[in-house]
């Protein structure tokens, strides 16, 4: 199994541009979430999915889109990229364990800087 | 609002000094608390879930605890592969999965 796998790795934007970052898990987990990770901030929710066809918004969802189209993948959308913007980002899936869930499975992560 | 406030902030240990790092929490009615190890560059790595106070939780070198205001990840004996920063996160019950993120312990070990 991979786990839960993110692409890009690395990417840098112009203000203004939009792109996708891509997150897929092969472990038929029901939930993922998005979180961006700034120094000093700890991880952040943006959007999460407890299944396909339903997402939510997290903490700091403004500028960000998502869309759970299949189980396996959650790709998080940077509508018109703004420095604001420039963190890394984390993807992570999870499973129904009762009535609460286990552990989050974490990406590598992406590191995009918007110039 | 649910928080989670960790200390210290970085901590560093020779091999062998023992310690513990600490996550105190705020939230109305907890589902789990977890731990997890960060390396640079990587994503979190699961290390331990605690579901109520009193829980211990033990993997080699590491050992959580959980009470109704804090929990504890002591170190013994650490080594310098130990070297990471520390997450501590909370889950309130009713929200899925969702989780809120402390800021994390940087430890370093030394030789």
């Known amino acids: 199994n991979a786990g839960v796998t993110q692409t890009p790795k690395f990417q840098v934007l112009k203000t203004g541009q939009s792109m996708t970052l891509q997150c897929a898990q092969d472990m038929n987990h029901e939930y993922m979430s998005w979180y961006r990770q700034d120094p000093g901030m700890g991880l952040r929710l943006i959007h999460y999915?407890?299944?396909?066809?339903?997402?939510d918004q997290g903490e700091v969802p403004n500028g960000y889109n998502v869309s759970r189209s299949t189980t396996e993948d959650f790709p998080l959308r940077l509508l018109s990229a703004a420095p604001s913007q420039t963190s890394v980002y984390f993807c992570?899936?999870?499973?129904?364990?009762?009535?609460?869930?286990?552990?989050?499975?974490f990406g590598q992560g992406t590191r995009l800087t918007v110039v | 609002e649910d928080q989670v406030t960790q200390s210290p902030e970085a901590l560093r240990l020779q091999e062998g000094e023992s310690s513990s790092l600490n996550c105190s929490y705020t939230?109305?009615?907890?589902?789990?608390l977890f731990w997890y190890r960060q390396d640079p560059g990587k994503g979190p790595e699961f290390l331990f879930t605690?579901?109520?106070a009193g829980e211990e939780k033990e993997k080699e070198r590491l050992k959580a605890t959980l009470t109704k205001k804090e929990s504890f990840l002591h170190i013994t004996a650490p080594k310098p592969e130990d070297s990471a920063t520390y997450l501590c996160?909370?889950?309130?019950?009713?929200?899925?999965?969702?989780?809120?993120f402390g800021t994390g312990t940087r430890l370093q070990v030394t030789l």
């Open positions: 992570a899936s999870s499973y129904q364990q009762g009535k609460s869930f286990g552990e989050a499975f």
């Open positions: 996160a909370v889950q309130r019950a009713g929200t899925a999965s969702k989780l809120t």
């Open positions: 605690l579901y109520s």
């Open positions: 939230v109305s009615g907890l589902r789990g």
């Open positions: 999915s407890v299944g396909a066809g339903i997402t």
